[in-house]
Nanobody, 127 residues
Framework: QVQLVESGGGLVQTGDSLRLSCAAS????????MGWFRQGPGKEREFVAA???????KYADSVNGRFTISRDNDKKTLYLQMNTLKPEDTAVYYC?????????????????????WGQGTQVTVSS
């Protein structure tokens, strides 16, 4: 069993930066895929970024070049550095992990590829 808790969200202006954190408890996650998803108002949940146990990364086209995903296995924490934020980045951001498949090399973009989710943290970008 793993628990994920996101933090770091808030209200910012266009062009600002934020760093989201996702703290894991209950078990170590260094061998598992971890990712960030988001759900904007009136929209479906969408993939943002993911990182494998070995450090391979993948980003959604909409955030590539602006967001950076990273992980600190010693601290059992996943991060999402978000720069040059835009109003369309406004959403609830969720972290997730797939504990069913250790040492997975495929960087999943789909929600069903993850089995544990946090409660989310709100990011609002004003224009």
């Amino acid at each position: 069993q793993v628990q994920l808790v996101e933090s770091g969200g808030g209200l910012v202006q266009t062009g600002d930066s934020l760093r989201l954190s996702c703290a894991a408890s209950g078990r170590t996650l260094d061998s598992f895929l971890m990712g960030w998803f988001r759900q904007g108002p009136g929209k479906e949940r969408e993939f943002v970024a993911a990182i494998t146990w070995s450090g391979a990364k993948k980003y959604a086209d909409s955030v590539n070049g602006r967001f950076t995903i990273s992980r600190d296995n010693d601290k059992k924490t996943l991060y999402l550095q978000m720069n040059t934020l835009k109003p369309e980045d406004t959403a609830v951001y969720y972290c997730a992990t797939d504990t069913r498949s250790p040492y997975k090399t495929n960087v999943g973009r789909l929600s069903y590829e993850y089995d544990s989710w946090g409660q989310g943290t709100q990011v609002t970008v004003s224009s």
